[in-house]
């Protein structure tokens, strides 16, 4: 049997945060992150603020008829 999450007024949605300089990053040579960054359309890294943004929205009136979608957090690195 199917269950659907929509008829009971659930939301599925996907937030997949780009590479951002965190503590998990401080061990990478400089050079290396530079890199990275470069990589980047928008030329900046993805903050820890940038994602959570994307999930309040997600998670507001705002988002309400959001659903089975991949929000991609990543300044257009995948793009």
Known sequence: MR????????TVNCVSPGFMETDMTEGL?????????????????VGVDDVAGAVCFL????????????WIVDGGSTA
């Open 3 to 10: 269950h659907s999450l929509g008829p009971e007024g659930i």
């Open 29 to 45: 040579a400089d050079t290396a992150l530079e890199r990275i960054r470069r990589r980047t359309p928008l030329d900046q890294w």
């Open 59 to 70: 998670m507001s009136d705002a988002g309400k008829a959001m659903t089975g979608m991949e």
